[in-house]
């Protein structure tokens, strides 16, 4: 997302400049009509790219109306765009206040407040300028333990941070006339993390947010080295010593970090040797040891993790994760019981966690509590239409044999899913338990066109119970020529456990299987 927006906010400014530095209409035109597609590009990659309107008129303000100022000329065009965008931006504004009292006024769910978010940040922008400028390896990190800000003392490095930023912006301000690429790069680094870094209760610092704040920053220091540069000899020499050094350590940090993300295991690893108190880290360790088998690591790692979630507003985060994890682990170790334990408390811990209400639906589905995989539903249902319960519902409905309600589910689902196999098959074994074979007979056939396994045994199913044989035989026989035997009798016993899937006529298919299988043998053209 944030690659994507840094691409296409890029190339808006591009385009933008292209029209305001063309006198050709026709390239006018052309020049605009890329920025506005990439403006909205830009929008639909990542919602903090709102801001580049307001980045157009501090493009407009400092360059363009500052040059016309200077040329003692009122330029129409200018006057136009700078006040286009200052509309624009109190536009957005006026929009967004409301959103924007709701989240400053919703910080339950996180560990810190309001005010201390707003006093870390200072420090957070800083930090970012400085691994911007200093990127050595054991600086960067996907996670950073961050001391929170309680007070604008505590710790010390708050004032400093408070002053520092506000004494950056007084510079870039008071130096608009004489260093205009100096003021815009800095204003432009504080205006693109008003989103991410002020008062909205995101988490406190992730490295990924500078990337888009952060693209014009080496523009004055490139433009003062090049000035150097042809000033004298010797500050030419160190100048460019300093910025081999620069580039060289930077491809450093590079390669290195490079290797931190060979995969999820070093990174995560790389970051717990950072950040050894972050709860996230050792649950995304976890995760990545299940991944690998390694079970009992990943639940020792989600023991300890609970450990760390200390404060009321990290424990609603860190152990309702980990306890889904664990209720993971324990699945694959063959314990769904237990493993429902920890899926209950995940979801009693957290209602609106949606990971660990399917875990918990699904296991309840596998061991047959039916009443009970309902009830979450329904609770699911008051906090959020969801067709993917839809479906769960709708099967769960055809094991407990009531036909007419699954299919009011599955006719529910299909406002979102159209034509799908899962909703054809699901529809034709509603049919079919209602004794219209026919009906079931036309729905499961399109989804055989698809080339939906499920649906041919449960095609061949229909069929054996409309008491056609014949009709089952040759379905049966097309089915294991093109599919394992082993794989095909697998198939039959993982629909049972799986929430969304269609429920089959086990005992009936396998016998079925079994007997085509050895006919075929028999009579192998």
Known sequence: MAQLAALFSVSALYFYLRVRLSNNRLYQTIFFTCCLCCALLALGSKEN????????????????????????????????????????????????????????????????????????????????????????????????DITLSTSIFTPWQTVPAIICCIGLISLAIVQVHRRPLLSFAILYYFLNHLVESTIIPLELIFEHRNLLPSLFLFLPLAAFAVEIINTKKWAAIITTLTCTFFLVQSGHATIERNRAWKNAGTLNKDALIKAPGSARVKLNLAGWHAGQKRLQEAFNLCEEAEQLATSGASRNTIIPIARMQKGSIAYALGQPERALEYFQQAYSLRKDYTAAAEKLIAVLVELKHYDEALRIITERFAQKEDPNLMLIEASVFLRQRKPAKALASYHKAELFYRNIPLVLTGKGKALAMQGDFSGAEALLSKAVQQNDQIAMLLQAENSLLAGKEQEAFLQLTKLIQTIPLTHLLNNLHAAEKDPFQIPLNEALLRQSVVKTASRMSFNPK
Request: proline share 2%; glycine share 4%.
């Open 49 to 144: 790219t709102i801001l580049l309107f307001p980045s157009l008129a501090l493009i407009e303000g400092i360059f363009f109306l500052q040059f016309a100022k200077i040329q003692n000329f009122a330029h129409k065009k200018t006057k136009l765009f700078f006040l286009l965008f200052i509309l624009l931006s109190g536009g957005i504004l006026f929009f967004s206040w409301d959103f924007i009292i709701t989240q400053a006024n919703s910080y339950g769910h996180r560990n810190f407040t309001f005010q201390e978010r707003i006093l870390t940040e200072t420090r957070i922008l800083l930090f970012y300028l400085s691994q911007i400028f200093y990127p050595t390896m054991s600086r960067l990190s996907i996670v950073h």
